[in-house]
């Protein structure tokens, strides 16, 4: 837990949980440094242990005064006496229900290949989803959070706009109407 603690208190901005790996890979602490993070279980085990040493370095920051930001795409340390946004007013608090995973050992000792690959399967699916509606909301012109409304008003001017029978083309029309159906589905 040193060489984490020294590794996060040298990136003051923040850093992502692939970053601090590859870092604690590059110092050669275990298990880091063996790890093959193309293989789900190597990868599962990897995160979960440094999730597990962030959540413990979190209990032991917090007594004195700082907040852990614990997030696979920030992790750093804010003072929680500084009013920041992400520190002020935080606690290590028994209802954190990530925490609670994390810190129970028995979660790493009793993962199987299957469940990994379907967890991985499912934010890969999440994150497609993420970014095949940040792409049709960009199609569409509109900014998050974007309604059923908002999103058909806006349809029907593009759609009326790019209609083939207006000058328009037929891919882009069907281009609008699936950024259409995703984003009133997706709602």
């Known amino acids: 837990m040193t060489t984490v603690l020294a590794l996060v208190r040298e990136a003051p901005a923040g850093q992502t949980e692939h970053a601090l790996i590859v870092r604690l890979r590059d110092e050669g602490v275990a298990p880091f440094a063996g790890a093959d993070l193309a293989e789900p279980m190597d990868l599962f085990r990897t995160h979960f242990i440094l999730f597990h040493s962030l959540y413990r370095l979190r209990a032991q920051l917090a007594a004195e005064g700082e907040w852990l930001r614990i997030h696979c795409l920030d992790i750093g340390i804010d003072d929680a006496s500084a009013g920041s946004e992400s520190a002020s007013g935080q606690a290590v608090v028994a209802g954190d229900s990530l925490r609670d995973y994390y810190m129970d050992l028995d979660n790493l000792d009793t993962m199987d290949r299957a469940t990994v690959e379907a967890m991985l399967s499912g ?46 083309d037929t891919d882009t029309l069907q281009r609008l109407n699936e950024a259409r159906m995703l984003l009133i589905t997706s709602v």
């Open 123 to 168: 934010f890969w699916r999440r994150l497609d989803a993420g970014e095949r509606r940040h792409e049709a909301l960009e199609l569409l012109g509109l900014d998050e959070p974007a309604g059923v409304e908002e999103v058909t008003r806006r349809y029907r001017q593009l759609a009326q706009q790019h209609h083939p029978d207006k000058g328009g």
